[in-house]
């Protein structure tokens, strides 16, 4: 991974949350949803992690699959 970026967060909500990626060749997520396994329905911790896995870079690689799935596991505490 290039850049991980982290989610914003300024509320008073924990959880985890794990978003499932999809990334091209150039190491760009093309798309990110909501997955099993999170312990929390808290649709801002939801959206905030969404929005994070949407921005991380990977590694290019010109010889890999189209697209490739994945996941990203947010942890959110609280402050």
């Given at each position: 991974?290039?850049?991980?970026v982290k989610p914003k967060y300024g509320i008073q909500e924990e959880g985890k949350v794990v978003v499932r990626i999809t990334?091209?060749?150039q190491g760009d997520v093309i798309n990110a949803t909501h997955a099993q396994g999170s312990t929390t329905l808290n649709k801002d911790l939801i959206?905030?992690?969404?929005?994070a896995a949407k921005k991380t870079?990977?590694?290019p690689k010109k010889d890999?699959?189209?697209?490739?799935?994945g996941k990203i596991t947010y942890i959110f505490l609280l402050q």
């Open positions: 991974m290039i850049n991980a990334v091209n060749r959206a905030r992690a969404i929005s870079k990977f590694t890999a699959a189209i697209q490739q799935i």
